[in-house]
């Protein structure tokens, strides 16, 4: 393990590794979208401990939890209204662009990668999406600013036609992870040789399991994080820093280009 954290060497040792691989594959957490307001599960003063999320068998047990659920969600938007993709969205999303860059891994539920420009069928999204809703029965996509009034007028947690509860398309505590983005993440890890870690604490599961299983496979596994991460040992680089500034040079400067 190599561990840097001088801000131009951590920039220039990503450059090398981005034009040295293959197929590069980024797993992002939530340190990814602090930049652009979005707050993190656990620092101390997260909006999140406020609003703390509802398990989802309370939520499916209780019509009092789930209109919680809907309070809360709508509280979290409210503080992220507006919030624009910072530097390592958009520059992961140039490296896409000039095929730096394969798949992109996220724990993340902010939308804030495709905002960025990244192409929506190579964004794997393991945890959901909280810009829309789903019934958790028959499935059909519901709008939050459809669904939004509604609540506020009633206080009743939205219902589908069919009768299911309505739930914001995130995975709460409890859920099950979705089963095709777990088939999709594994088939990015297993199939590049660079796997960037970003952002992220690496200690949910079963998310954090990809980077080792990319490692596993052969990949050079690079994390870059404020924060240690329980994997930076079994890591080949570890870049610590301002994630931001790590990635800014990458959102205006075509490593391509420069490879050429």
């Not at 001088?6 to 197929?23: V, W």
């Not at 999320?53 to 938007?77: E, G, I, Q, T």
């Not at 000039?98 to 804030?112: E, F, K």
Request: with cysteine; glycine share 8%.
């Amino acid at each position: 393990m190599v561990v840097i954290e001088e801000l131009e060497r951590a920039q220039d040792a990503l450059a090398r590794c981005l034009r040295e691989c293959d197929r590069a594959v980024a797993f992002t957490g939530a340190g990814l979208s602090t930049e652009s307001g979005i707050p993190d599960f656990r620092s101390s003063d997260s909006a999140w401990r406020r609003h703390p999320p509802v398990p989802f068998k309370d939520f499916l047990a209780d019509a009092d939890a789930r209109a919680l659920a809907w309070r809360r969600k709508f509280a979290m938007d409210d503080l992220t209204a507006g919030a624009r993709p910072g530097r390592g969205p958009r520059a992961l999303a140039r490296l896409m662009a000039d095929d730096m860059l394969g798949d992109i891994v996220t724990q993340n539920i902010d939308g804030l990668h495709e905002s960025a420009g990244a192409p929506a069928e190579r964004i794997v999204e393991l945890h959901g999406n909280g810009g829309y809703a789903a019934c958790l029965s028959c499935g059909a996509r519901h709008e939050l600013a459809d669904l939004r009034p509604r609540f506020e007028a009633t206080g009743l947690a939205p219902e589908c036609a069919c009768g299911g509860p309505v739930k914001s398309a995130t995975i709460a505590f409890g859920q099950a992870m979705p089963q095709e983005a777990l088939r999709r993440a594994r088939r990015a890890s297993l199939n590049c040789d660079l796997y960037l870690a970003i952002g992220s604490s690496l200690v949910v599961y079963p998310a954090a399991a990809f980077p080792v299983l990319a490692k596993e496979n052969g990949a050079a596994l690079v994390i870059v994080n404020r924060e240690p991460t329980p994997l930076d040992a079994a890591a080949d680089l570890v870049l610590r820093g301002d994630i931001g500034s790590i990635f800014a040079p990458f959102e205006s400067c075509s490593l391509r280009a420069s490879t050429s």
